[in-house]
């Protein structure tokens, strides 16, 4: 409605797999309901099945932000990546944060043990930036090459975030696992077929065609050349800035 774009078959495709993923996501997400103390997030922080995994992302995060910085490769990928690893971090302390808030109202008061505390400020710091990495992305990219690529890393970071850290599929049955993992793929495949080719579709003309000009005589269509130091030469070869006599002719 807004930018005018048509809507294609694979649209409606890419959308009706995309609610059917989601719906499977909400309605076979592992259940398990457990009371989220500060003493439990201190057992699972020093996990060693998590310090692995914070050990890995640690250095995965090291070097993407080496290239991104010092060597100038901003690609989406780098970009999203960097994205992805800090929403994992973003996930586990939310859910810490909340759960512990929770607990004090519930039950007993959870605000006074410091894993709290290093919880909410991972949470602050991983949220601003998510923020710098994604606009820097939104800025260079198309945003509908971004939010869709940036779904598919999220939800992905998301599920190995939960599973590493508060071990939420751990007894869940096998049907159970596969119809919730069924539901990520034809959410991906849904998002991926709304934004397949649609950079195409916004792509830059090649050449000024002056005859589109109301009220001007159509003379020809200008050529951009890299070469020169005008902005583009007639498909003669000729230089328009130029005058029959040599000279540049004065805008």
Known sequence: MFLKENLRA?????????????????????????????RTIQYYFVSWQFLIYLILEIFIFCILLYFYKRKGIKHIMILLTLVALLASLTVISVKAVSGMIAFSVTDKMQLTYPIFYIMFIIMIASCVFQVKFLHQATKLYNTAVVVPVNHVFFTTSAIIAGI????????????????????????????????????????????????????????????PDSNGLSYGTLPDGSDPTKSPSGGKKEV
């Open 10 to 38: 694979s649209d409606l495709l890419g959308m009706t797999l995309a609610f059917a993923g989601s719906y499977l996501l909400v309605n076979f997400a592992p259940n398990i309901t457990q009371a989220i103390s500060a």
């Open 164 to 223: 590493t850290f508060y071990k939420e599929f751990f007894g869940a049955a096998f049907l159970t696992t596969f119809i919730y993992f069924f539901g990520c793929f034809l959410s991906f495949l849904g998002v991926f077929l709304v934004t397949r080719n649609r950079e195409k579709e916004h792509l830059p003309q090649s050449y000024i065609d002056f005859g589109n000009i109301p009220g001007e005589r159509k003379l020809d269509k200008i050529q």
